[in-house]
């Protein structure tokens, strides 16, 4: 039985042929068994002590899990980065896209929702698990960039040949399982590859926003231009805390049952930063980067803006402010100062 919610425009949901995919490949195989390779994968996750660490994912089961349990909510952070970005450049038309450490192919279905116009897609990963289940999974797709997708194995360090270059690059839940120091050159290299925009996604975690952080840095050293989630080109000024959104999922079946999980919905949060080779098409003066709160005397929000940081309050005696300020949604842009 499927549980009707209430119209909600934050919701979004996997694409249907995606969604039906993993439902098929999971239905070839006891539930059982794919069941227990999710909780295997992720007792393994909270289990990690090393940063740059991450399971192995060696199997079809170990891949299956991965699906059932993972594929979704990084849908849901990869979409909500991408339709950020796309939102501040509209007239911006990719065509090309690499995909580096590209698991299943979770972010080349997010992408091709967001810009419709891409049309040649390569994705780079390790695993052949991996690879072939991704494969399977965008031979399901109507889209004739999906189908065709150009699949490489290999890992991120191994030398790039000269000559390739793509519209976006995307790096998305690879920086984090990558050992610390050596970051920075892949960081480089995706840059190298990227003609256009260079997209970093990571758990909204402090941990994760870090990691986005220090590339942001490097990437503005190398002469970017930022898109989102940042109003300017300046370092990061937040201070003993860290920059996330949510991006709210209505989680399929399979996903309920890997996560034993009541819910039919959740917010993935997020950390990234787009940059590019060119500026965005308008300035923007802020970001809400906090849910507002409010409280019977006022109502108050957290603003990333070329100012800084900013906390901005509207007394509920001013209905009209307190009421704007209530109302704005985590993750919106401010095109002028309140």
């Not at 289990?47 to 740059?52: P, R, V, W």
């Not at 192995?56 to 990084?74: E, I, N, Q, S």
């Not at 991704?134 to 191994?158: C, D, E, I, Y």
């Amino acid at each position: 039985m499927i549980e009707r919610l209430p119209p909600d425009p934050r919701m979004i949901a996997l694409p249907a042929e995606l969604r039906n995919a993993i439902a098929q490949a999971l239905d070839r195989v006891p539930a059982i068994r794919w069941m227990t390779a999710a909780r295997t994968l992720s007792e393994q996750y909270r289990a990690l002590d090393d940063i740059g660490a991450a399971p192995a994912v060696r199997t079809h089961l170990d891949a299956l899990g991965y699906a059932a349990l993972f594929m979704p909510a990084t849908y849901a952070q990869l979409y909500g980065a991408m339709k950020a970005a796309a939102e501040r450049i509209p007239s911006w038309s990719p065509e090309t896209m690499l995909d580096m450490g590209s698991g299943p192919g979770t972010a080349l279905w997010a992408a091709t929702v967001c810009w419709p116009s891409l049309r040649d897609l390569t994705a780079w990963e390790r695993e052949p698990v991996l690879i072939a289940l991704g494969r399977n999974f965008a031979h399901a797709s109507a889209n004739p960039a999906l189908r065709s997708v150009r699949w490489v194995q290999r890992t991120l360090q191994a030398p790039i040949e000269r000559g390739f270059r793509f519209d976006l690059v995307v790096l998305g839940h690879v920086l984090g399982e990558i050992p610390p120091d050596e970051r920075s050159a892949i960081v480089e290299t995706a840059w190298r590859l990227s003609r256009g925009m260079l997209l970093i996604v990571e758990p909204g975690t402090s941990v994760g926003f870090a990691v986005v952080r220090a590339a942001r840095d490097l990437l503005l050293a190398n002469g970017a231009a930022t898109i989102a989630p940042c109003a300017h080109d300046r370092p990061c000024p937040l201070t003993n805390d860290w920059c996330h959104f949510p991006q709210r999922l209505r989680r399929p079946e399979f996903q309920r049952r890997a996560r034993g999980a009541s819910s039919p919905w959740e917010d993935a949060k997020y950390s990234y930063a787009a940059l590019t080779r060119f500026p965005p098409e308008r300035p923007v003066w802020g970001r809400v980067i906090r849910e507002p709160t409010f409280n019977k005397a006022y109502a108050e929000v957290l603003i990333s803006s070329r100012d800084g940081i900013l906390r901005h309050r509207a007394l509920k005696r001013d209905r009209d402010a307190f009421k704007w300020v209530k109302h704005l949604e985590w993750g919106q842009t401010l095109e002028e100062q309140p």
